[in-house]
T-cell receptor
Framework: KAGVTQTPRYLIKTRGQQVTLSCSPI?????VSWYQQTPGQGLQFLFEYFSETQRNKGNFPGRFSGRQFSNSRSEMNVSTLELGDSALYLC????????????FGNGTRLTVT | KNEVEQSPQNLTAQEGEFITINCSYS?????LHWLQQHPGGGIVSLFM???GKKKHGRLIATINIQEKHSSLHITASHPRDSAVYICAVAYNNNDMRFGAGTRLTVKP
């Protein structure tokens, strides 16, 4: 089974631009969650989608948004980029059972200049 | 105060040593995860616990729900165990809070 695939792996953007990151979950996984990792704040939960619905959202401004498609693939979008948005963005998929572990992608490293 | 406290922050061990990493959390949770992150960013889920103890190879994870505490043990440590180990607590639907991580270095 293919793992969780995130594209692109690396991205450089300029302040004020917007960016879209993509995550393809493991086949059969309907839950996709997104996380931001920075040296200062560590790992932080962004949001989680299940069956095209956002079920939970972390404490991030509205510039951070996401969506999930009928094939469970998910995208996250960050608008009006700020320098502080530079981070590793990770997504994880699971089978949405109580005993189902998370499977992480390798992440997208976003640099905002 | 962070919702999830890990200790120690950094740990250096000699190959073969027994290692313990601790995690404490402050509120009720649905599950606790132990994650391993190698240089380059990739994260692997080692354990997901809601009670008791789990073992996988040389790794053992325990959780005490009443005391809101979990430990990750590595027996017979090896240089390839060198990584950052992260404790994460889950509330609902993978809404998670993460510890700051423990950077483990195992020297040959």
């Amino acid at each position: 089974k293919a793992g969780v695939t995130q594209t692109p792996r690396y991205l450089i953007k300029t302040r004020g631009q917007q960016v879209t990151l993509s995550c393809s979950p493991i086949s059969g996984h309907r839950s996709v969650s997104w996380y931001q990792q920075t040296p200062g704040q560590g790992l932080q939960f962004l949001f989680e989608y299940f069956s095209e619905t956002q079920r939970n959202k972390g404490n991030f401004p509205g510039r951070f948004s996401g969506r999930q498609f009928s094939n469970s693939r998910s995208e996250m979008n960050v608008s009006t980029l700020e320098l502080g948005d530079s981070a590793l963005y990770l997504c994880a998929s699971s089978q949405d059972r109580d005993d189902s572990p998370l499977h992480f992608g390798n992440g997208t490293r976003l640099t905002v200049t | 105060k962070n919702e999830v406290e890990q200790s120690p922050q950094n740990l250096t061990a000699q190959e073969g040593e027994f290692i313990t990493i601790n995690c404490s959390y402050s509120v009720g949770i649905s599950a606790l995860h132990w994650l391993q992150q190698h240089p380059g960013g990739g994260i692997v889920s080692l354990f997901m616990l809601s009670s008791g103890k789990k073992k996988h190879g040389r790794l053992i994870a325990t959780i005490n729900i009443q005391e809101k505490h979990s430990s990750l043990h590595i027996t017979a440590s090896h240089p390839r165990d060198s990584a950052v180990y992260i404790c994460a607590v889950a509330y609902n639907n993978n809404d998670m809070r993460f510890g700051a991580g423990t950077r483990l270095t195992v020297k040959p």
